[in-house]
């Protein structure tokens, strides 16, 4: 079981709380998470499953390396996951 | 209750100005701080969309059914993934081709007699279908698969992407769409199979030999006359063209002065030889000439232009007036304008004079009037 967590920037736009998830890679945890708030999936990643251009998801401190896939492994328990975003623009 | 209302997509909000006794009066805005790239609101049904491009977050649909007072999100268009085994799409410029939703540049709403039909026009270049009021979407594969779609590229975006769609008033499965760049293509069957149409048009910036290719033009902006169908008007990015067999020819209209560069046109629906653009100089600068914010109206078919400038800013004043930032009401003829330095006019003389109803709001992507048809 992991915590998934989301910024403040994404929480102005979708429900995302901080949410606990099964799952033996960031791709299985984060399904899980979507299939509680659907309309999340497209906010963090593309019709096709990637991570979008300027977001990040790092697990226990280690961003992600699968950015395609997101086939990174999540441990057993306690892992934190977090969910952010490049803070740019104008 | 008053139902002219005009919507204003900007880079920090939509906006709705709504006619009272006194005159028009802006609304605080919807999605403040948000990006709003599109509006419409759907004759058949009243509902409201707006699409967001969030940047990081990516592009987003809201949907309103209650004239704005609260918004539900709603699926956005999906491309499919690419075969295994499919090169990549590279652009004449050498820029690889997302296949991926990267802008809802245009929504417009199907036939009457289609109901909650839907249309979206996207940047990289596909064109979605709902008939469920935007629940679902469907991508329209004869267009996405065309061969020739690979000649496609980005004119003031990086891709390419589907900015005009025109229904044709008598005939429901008569479709018209334009694409920058990628010339004008028809449909006759509701999207089964398309035509590149749209010989005469010319982009005298590329090779001789590429120059008149239908599927390369820059076309800017199309718009028909709803009354007499076949009269088509065109901004291109070189020049100012007009159809009268419904986009399959075009003959250049010159001179216009003070220039024929610009980005929208918007025709009369019950006289065919008026249309109104808004002249920028050309190409690399975009900017009113001498700097005074304009507006360019013929009412022979082009033979000849006025240009109105009552109540609009300049000299010294460097508005760019993008595509879909002019419109006229279908209900009562008013027309309304939009610019990049967050101007917004009002005119109720057919563009003779302008009235401001802010100078200060942030750039103006689109302006859309609420239709009853």
């Known amino acids: 079981m992991a915590t998934v967590h989301f910024t403040a920037n994404l929480r102005r736009h979708v429900q995302c709380p901080s949410t606990e998830a099964p799952g033996a890679t960031v791709a299985e945890v984060l399904d899980n998470v979507f299939a509680q708030f659907p309309f999340l999936r497209g906010y ?13 998801i790092f697990v226990n401190g280690i961003a992600v ?22 803070l740019s623009g104008g | 209750m008053n139902q002219d209302k005009l919507r204003i997509a900007t880079r920090k909000g939509l906006f709705t100005a709504g006619r009272q006794a006194d005159g028009w009066r802006l609304d605080p805005p919807a999605f403040l701080g948000d990006n709003v790239s599109a509006v419409m609101r759907h004759p058949v049904s009243g509902a409201l969309y707006a699409a967001l491009d969030h940047g990081h977050f990516g592009v987003k649909l809201q949907r309103s ?33 997302p296949d991926s939703l990267q802008l809802i540049w245009c929504l417009e709403p199907g036939h009457p007699d289609q109901g909650e039909r839907l249309w979206a026009g996207t940047v990289p270049g596909g064109l979605f279908r709902s008939d469920d009021g935007g629940d679902s979407w469907q991508l329209v594969e004869s267009l ?12 003031g975006m990086d891709y390419p992407g589907i900015h005009s769609i025109l229904v044709h008033p008598d005939r429901p499965g008569d479709i018209t769409i334009a694409i920058s760049c990628g010339g004008i293509w028809h449909s006759a069957d509701d999207g089964a199979t398309w035509e590149s149409i749209g010989q005469g048009l010319e982009a005298p910036y590329t090779p001789p030999e590429h120059a008149f290719d239908p ?56 006289n065919a030889n008026r249309a109104w653009f808004v002249p920028e100089i050309k190409d690399e600068h ?34 760019l007036v993008f595509r879909h930032a002019l419109d006229r009401g279908r209900d009562h003829g008013a027309i309304a304008m939009g610019s990049t330095t967050g101007g917004l006019w009002l005119s109720e003389d057919d563009g003779a004079s302008w009235q401001t109803l802010s100078a200060h709001l942030p750039p103006v992507y689109a302006v859309r009037f609420d239709s009853t048809h």
């Open chain 1, 65 to 86: 390396a699968d950015r395609r896939g997101l086939g990174d492994p999540v441990p057993e328990s306690g892992s934190e996951i977090f969910v952010m975003q490049a």
């Open chain 2, 144 to 155: 996405w698969n065309d061969p020739s779609r690979k000649k496609w590229f980005g004119g």
């Open chain 2, 215 to 270: 599927v390369i033009q820059d076309v800017h902006r199309l718009a028909r006359c709803l009354g007499e169908p076949d009269r088509m008007w065109l901004q291109h990015h070189a020049g100012i063209y007009r159809s009268d067999d419904a986009g399959r020819n075009w003959r250049r209209i010159q001179p216009v002065s003070p220039g024929d560069f610009g980005f929208p046109v918007v025709v009369d629906p019950s």
């Open chain 2, 65 to 97: 059914r209650d004239d704005g007072a609260t918004w539900e999100e709603i699926p956005v268009p999906a491309y499919p993934s690419p075969a295994e085994d499919a090169e990549p799409w590279v652009d004449i410029m050498g820029r690889t081709i």
């Open chain 2, 286 to 319: 975009r900017i009113p000439p001498d700097g005074q914010v304009a507006v360019n109206r013929t009412d022979d078919g082009g033979a000849s232009f006025t240009t109105y400038r009552e109540g609009l800013p300049g000299p010294l004043a460097y508005d």
């Open chain 1, 44 to 56: 963090v990643v593309d019709e096709h499953g990637a991570l979008r251009k300027h977001m990040v």
